[in-house]
């Protein structure tokens, strides 16, 4: 069966092994998971983790060919994709819900084996003055920066939107080195009671997002320094500085609830 019909607005995409090796690499880079869990040999995991890099690289490389140099993004698909990325980024927030869930359903009724007492007893929370803050005046210039890099882009001012997209990758890696500094001075592990499981596993999340959209605009980036966007045509970048704004409203709830209200 041909995937190139042009007798409609829409694209069917050729045939791609991507997905094949994008399955394969998160099977292997999980099974070596739990085997550096368990054995402390992290080969397997090392092994499946540059099976999805190479196929990220290769896909986007795919996508980034059939929007800019074969005009495959007509309308219908780009608001077929602007859609596909709303409900991605609503299904993120359902996710961080149930973290949220679970701090507020265990700090507002806390019970014995807690100390009757939130953060339970023996555990040392976060200043919310120090890092916490910090990372917070970050995340919010790091917003500040990718509007402005936007809105240059709308006006084909294309050395502004160089430059401030430059500087929000930068405040993304300088946001996780320091939220990877903030885990090393810890006093407490993610096995210390909830408090320690919610707030590890809700802060990890989001840091791996904040990895994951850093690299989502690193990529714009480069695609901007190969003239790939027009003021017109940038649907790349404006889906990527969506799920920044994203980013940075997660991480203001968390600051609000976490680390200011929850200790």
Not at 158 to 186: C, D, H, P, R, W
Request: proline share 3%.
């Amino acid at each position: 069966m041909l995937t190139t019909n042009y007798n409609h607005p829409f694209h069917l995409v050729d045939y791609s092994p991507w997905p094949l090796t994008g399955a394969m690499g998160g099977m292997i880079m999980t099974t070596g998971l739990a085997k550096w869990f368990y054995s402390s040999n992290m080969n397997l995991m090392l092994l499946g983790m540059m099976i999805l890099l190479m196929t990220m690289f290769q896909w986007w490389r795919d996508v980034t060919r059939e929007g800019t140099m074969q005009g495959l993004h007509t309308m219908n698909v780009s608001k077929g994709l602007r859609w596909g990325m709303i409900l991605f980024i609503t299904s993120e927030v359902l996710f961080f819900m149930s973290f949220f869930w679970a701090f507020f359903n265990s700090s507002l009724s806390s019970n014995i084996e807690l100390g009757l007492m939130w953060p339970p007893k023996g555990v040392q929370p976060f200043n919310p003055i120090n890092i916490p803050l910090l990372n917070t005046i970050i995340l919010l210039s790091s917003g500040i920066t990718v509007t402005w890099a936007h809105h240059s882009l709308m006006e084909s001012n294309k050395t502004q939107a160089n430059q401030s997209l430059l500087f929000t990758v930068i405040l993304g890696i300088y946001f996780t080195m320091l939220q990877a500094y903030e885990y090393m001075e810890a006093q407490f592990s993610i096995a210390d009671s909830i408090y320690g499981t919610v707030f590890f596993m809700a802060t990890g999340f989001h840091g791996i997002h904040v990895i994951i959209g850093t690299t989502f605009l690193f990529i714009c980036l480069m695609r901007q320094l190969n003239l790939h966007f027009s003021s017109k045509h940038h649907l790349g970048f404006e889906t990527a500085a969506w799920y920044w704004h994203f980013v940075d409203v997660i991480w203001l709830f968390l600051y609000i609830s976490i680390y200011w209200w929850g200790s």
